[in-house]
Every structure is written in structure tokens, then in C-alpha cells.
């Protein structure tokens, strides 16, 4: 089934990207209104917390780098803590609570009600209507949420750091600017798509596995949630290796 | 837009029906007569609506064939299962629209994935289609701000959209007050009559047996008991037919009846101390 999808998503894959032959206006539609979903709807709620993650880090950076009056560096920890590992790693908790867990239910309820049988019915292929736009939309919100969500939270830090720690906003920035470079951006955005493409495939697979009516739907997106955590978890060790093997 | 199937029968032959290892039907062997209303009839759990959706091509069957319109459902390819498809109108129980698109969108579905039809056309029919099932004023309406006999008529009209040859419906009377039901059991007439097609009907109501059947299977106990056209039915000679058309209950719910008597009697006769 896992594999099924997968290959279904593959071959959705391909006819998007046919040039002489494109998607229905009302696929497109459907994969926009996506888009807004998984993205500007979630804008709020990534911004507070990458904020608070942002002065977090600030702060028990100061409490150790003060010891050795090494002050300035508060910008490299958070820098790069954020844009390597915690930006992208949030942004996907926060999209797996939110849209995963909001993916697996539309489908597990459309699986019981009969909906997708429906969908099958009248000849509409439910991976291609009902995955692909939500495959795509977290495939590209992901990332631009965690550019988002480092922004906001070096912003944050940077702030905090210079109305409560004492450090100049000035050597902060410089900090960032000089030490953090594009392949460490790319590292985090690498993760960020990658996670967003484990979440809808978990969530999607999980929602189409449910049979037995409502109580089924609550119990597969909690499988959904609790498998896309452990997998995101999986994926970043994976990428985070790949990056000191390859640095 | 949608071409007719070369022809409407459908024929069912040594039909084995089941979940998984288990077989819960066999032996199926009819013919589904084109132009007419065929009734699948049988008790709850006998197998009827799994037959319904072997026919539609949803569950595979477990060993023989069904040929729709000249099509070996089981032996063409996946390109043509579609196409055939496509030309079948299927009324699920409760519908099954898509709760997140409005009435008009839910019927407008088949027409933008299968036609090149301009928005305003698709209107068009959609409103036509609506109308067709008495739900005109309801095109905006989200399927669960309709009660359950509309969404059953706007399932209708979603399964009409692209004017199909044959129409599939499971339980479409279920659920549903005398009056709304019958409403039903005339629209599904007025469909045969007007767009002369196949129609299977799933339901266990009689009078809906009664009142639409031209042709009648009945199933039970894992086997089909009788086909054919609806007036031969009640010369059938069959105990479980003549229990079924009669509404008798059955013997383990007379002697749970049984029982829940002599319990009454012991507790009257306990109370009055025997007097």
C-alpha cells in the first residue's frame, strides 16, 4: 500500500510536469488552495514559536558563553542552530500536528463514508485528487516556512540578545552574516523538504488504511503523527550525517 | 460526451463473492436485463452490496466472470475498467458526495476530470441534472446541510452527470421515511423510462421490490435462491422467499420472543405469589 502510493505519487509527479498536456484547471485549483492552507495558515503559529525557540537559544547560549566572555558567539549558536536543525525540525512538528494530523482525518473520514470509492467510481484517481495537492503543497511550504521561521527566529534572538544580554544588535548580525553560509541554509532547507514529503506520505498512507469507523479515524492520525515524528527524526540524523560526511 | 455501452446487459456467471479467504456468496449465475430495473434482494450481511461493488469493479471477485456491457470486467486492462467506468452511474448508500465541495461542485466532478466543457456549460448541466432530482435550489448547499433523502437524490444526480447506460444503486430506499422513500422508487422509474437504462437496485425494502422490479435476484445463506422477472417470485416454492415476502420474523427471534414471554409469566406469577 506504502509502495503503491509512492508509485502513485511518481507517476502524479509526471503528469505535472507534462508541458503539452496540463493538470485540469480544477486540479490546479485544488493544489493552490493547498498551498494557502499548509502555508500562509500556518504563518502565525511557526513565527510565536520560532521566536521563542530564537530567545531560548539566546539564553542558554549566554549563560555558557559568558563564563568564557566569549559574548558574540550567542549569534553562531543561534544561527546555526536554528537554520541547521531547529527551524526546519519545528516547522515540521508544527506542519505534522496541523496538517498531517488534518490530512490523515480527511482521508480516513472520505475512506469510511465511502467518498473515495466514489472518487474511483466516476473515474477520478483519489492519489491524484486527493495526495498530489497536498504532496506538493507541503513539498514547497516546508522549506519557504523554515526560511520563514530562521528569519523570525534570529530576528527574535538578536533583539532579545541586544535588549536583555547587552550585545550589540550590530556584532550580532555581523556574527550571522559572516559565519552562517549557503550550504548551511540549503542543509536545513534539504531537511525541511524532505520532512514535509515524509509527513504527507505517512498521514496520506495512514488515512487510506482505515476501515472501521470513527474510532479508526482517531487512531490513524494519531499513527500518522507519532510515525511522522519518528520518521522526521530518522531523516534528520540521516541528512545531518550526510552533511559531516560530505562537509 | 459519454458513448453507450455496446450492450447494457450484464451477465454474471459462477460468481463467487467474499472478504479476504472467506467466501460469503457462489455460484451467482444471471443475466441483469438491459432497459430494465433489476432488484438485488437478500437479508443483511448476505452478500448483496459486495456483489454490487464486484459488478462495479471496486472489490475483485473470488472466481467467476461478469461481462458488462460485452466488457470481461476481469480481463481488460485498467485504461479500459476506466472507460467502462466512466460510462456507469453508481448511488452509493448515503451518497457519498465529497463533504468538502459544495452540492454543485460534488455533481460538476465527472464533468471537469472527463470533458473539456467551458464552466458555463458545466453549469448548466449541473443545474439541469439538479433539477432532474428536484434539488435545483440547493446547488450551494454543503451535503451536510441537506437531509438524508437529498443527499441521496444528489448522489443520483451526481451518479446522472455524465448520462451513463447503467445505473448502480446500493440501498437507495434505506434510511428513508415511506413518503421520501417512495419519491425515490419514482425517480429511479422516470430514469428507466426516460434514458432507457440498465439499472440494479441493493435493497432488502419490498416496497421497493414492488414497486421498480422488472427483474428480481434473490440471495441468502451464501447462495442465490431465485432469478427472474418479478411476478414469478411469489410462485417460488422457496421457505426463506415466502419467509422474506411475508416479513415473518425468523426462529431464533421467536424463541427469543418465546423466552421474553415465560420470563413475564414467572415474574407476574412470582409477584402475585401465584395467586
Given amino acids: 500500500m506504502l509502495v503503491g502510493l509512492a508509485v502513485d505519487l511518481m507517476r502524479c509527479a509526471g503528469r505535472a510536469l507534462r508541458p503539452w498536456r496540463p493538470e485540469k484547471p480544477y486540479l490546479r485549483a485544488r493544489t493552490v488552495s493547498h498551498l494557502a492552507w499548509v502555508g500562509a495558515d500556518s504563518l502565525a503559529i511557526v513565527s510565536v514559536i520560532a521566536a521563542c525557540v530564537g530567545i531560548i537559544l539566546s539564553l542558554q547560549a549566554a549563560i555558557q558563553l559568558e563564563k568564557v566572555g566569549a559574548m558574540s558567539y550567542v549569534a553562531n549558536l543561534v544561527g546555526f542552530s536554528l537554520v541547521t536543525e531547529l527551524g526546519p525540525l519545528l516547522t515540521c512538528l508544527i506542519l505534522s500536528g496541523r496538517a498531517g494530523a488534518a490530512f490523515t482525518a480527511e482521508i480516513a473520514t472520505m475512506r469510511i463514508s465511502e467518498e473515495i470509492d466514489a472518487l474511483a467510481v466516476m473515474g477520478i484517481d483519489p492519489v491524484r485528487f486527493l495526495v498530489w495537492p497536498k504532496f506538493v503543497a507541503m513539498a514547497v511550504m516546508a522549506p519557504l516556512l523554515t526560511i520563514w521561521a530562521d528569519a523570525v527566529g534570529i530576528t527574535a534572538g538578536g533583539i532579545f540578545s541586544s535588549l536583555a544580554l547587552g550585545l550589540s544588535g550590530k556584532v550580532y548580525f555581523n556574527q550571522i552574516a559572516y559565519f552562517l553560509g549557503f550550504r548551511d541554509l540549503m542543509s536545513g532547507l534539504v531537511k525541511s523538504a524532505g520532512f514535509g514529503v515524509a509527513i504527507t506520505v505517512i498521514s496520506c498512507w495512514q488515512g487510506f488504511l482505515a476501515r472501521e469507523g470513527a474510532a479508526d479515524v482517531g487512531r490513524r492520525t494519531t499513527a500518522a503523527v507519532v510515525q511522522s515524528i519518528f520518521v522526521m527524526i530518522l531523516l534528520d540524523l540521516f541528512f545531518t550525517a550526510l552533511n559531516y560526511i560530505f562537509r | ?266 415474574r407476574r406469577i412470582s409477584a402475585t405469589g401465584g395467586a
Fill in chain 2, 1 to 266: 460526451m459519454s458513448g453507450r455501452l455496446e450492450s447494457p446487459d450484464i451477465a454474471l456467471s459462477d460468481v463467487s463473492v467474499g472478504y479476504g479467504e472467506r467466501t460469503v456468496l457462489s455460484g451467482v449465475t444471471t443475466v441483469l436485463p438491459g432497459g430494465k430495473v433489476s432488484v438485488i434482494l437478500g437479508g443483511s450481511g448476505c452478500g448483496k452490496s459486495t456483489l454490487l461493488r464486484n459488478i462495479i469493479g471496486l472489490v475483485p471477485i473470488q472466481g467467476g466472470r461478469i461481462v458488462l456491457g460485452g466488457h470481461d470486467m476481469a480481463g481488460i486492462s485498467e485504461a479500459e475498467r476506466l472507460d467502462v467506468r466512466r460510462r456507469m452511474g453508481v448511488l452509493f448508500q448515503d451518497g457519498a458526495l465529497l463533504g468538502s465541495l459544495r452540492l454543485g461542485e460534488n455533481i460538476a466532478l465527472p464533468l471537469r476530470e472527463h470533458t473539456e466543457l467551458t464552466d458555463s456549460l458545466i453549469e448548466e448541466i449541473v443545474r439541469l441534472k439538479l433539477r432532474l432530482v428536484g434539488l435545483a435550489d440547493f446547488m450551494d448547499y454543503f451535503p451536510s446541510e441537506l437531509s438524508g433523502g437529498m443527499r441521496k437524490r444528489a448522489g443520483l444526480a451526481r451518479a446522472m452527470a455524465l448520462d451513463p447506460a447503467v445505473l448502480l444503486c446500493d440501498e437507495p430506499t434505506s434510511g428513508l421515511d415511506p413518503i421520501t422513500a417512495a419519491d425515490m422508487d419514482q425517480l429511479i422509474l422516470e430514469l428507466r423510462a426516460t434514458f432507457d437504462m440498465t439499472i440494479v437496485v441493493v435493497t432488502h425494502d419490498l416496497e421497493s421490490l414492488y414497486a421498480i422490479a422488472d427483474h428480481v435476484v434473490v440471495l441468502s445463506a451464501g447462495r442465490m435462491l431465485f432469478e427472474g422477472p418479478l411476478k414469478q417470485l411469489a410462485a417460488s416454492d422457496d421457505p426463506f422467499i415466502h419467509q422474506f415476502l411475508a416479513r415473518q420474523p425468523s426462529r431464533e427471534s421467536r424463541i427469543l420472543g418465546e423466552s421474553w414471554s415465560a420470563m413475564v409469566e414467572s
